[in-house]
């Protein structure tokens, strides 16, 4: 089986910037977030259950998932949101193995925003964590989207804490500074990776 580093971080703490540090060092991503909006995609076996179980009024006009209404729907219904997450954790977690096997280069980074608290952490060899302070975080967030400060707190505040992720992972990534320096640290983690993964499929 391939070699699969798992890198996450808190929202707003540059995944998707060190993700595609590593793809242009040549390596395949498997994204959570992508594969999430796969197994729901129009003919799917995913939207397919939803559907039946939740109505048409979970579509949107072109006949896409209303994933705010679905979102809205399960919010205050623990039941209802146990019955989705059987649904789709599973098809989520079948499709990122798939794609990690038909994945081309030495190793696979499989980007997951929730590996710890989805337990995600248990598919990898090695966790990779994106570390920035909350201040940081709350920042680039807003400058991002456009949102006001509270909401990117309690974001903050729902997801696993940054001690407990710096505590489970086994390699840090420090985004405190400047894209360049950030680029040099992929890069060293990259050599490192390459050896890690000639090893594991000796
Ligand atoms: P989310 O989980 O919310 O999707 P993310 O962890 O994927 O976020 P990014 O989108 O990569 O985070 O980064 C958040 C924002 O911060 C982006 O606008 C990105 O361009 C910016 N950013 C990332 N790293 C740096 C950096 N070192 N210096 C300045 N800006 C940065």
Known sequence: SKFVVGLTGGIGSGKTTVANLFAEEGICLVDADVVAREV????????????RHFGTEMLTASGELDRAKLRQRVFNDEQERQWLNQLLHPMIRQEM???????????VI???PLLFENGLDRLVHRTLVVDISPELQVSRTVKRDNVDATQVNNIINSQCSRSEKLARADDIIDNHGEISRLKREVHALHQRYLQLSGNHNA
């Open 97 to 107: 193995l798939l794609q990690v096997e038909k994945a081309t280069s030495d190793y």
């Open 110 to 112: 499989m980007v997951v």
């Open 40 to 51: 729901v995609a129009p003919g799917s076996h995913g939207l397919n259950a939803i559907i």
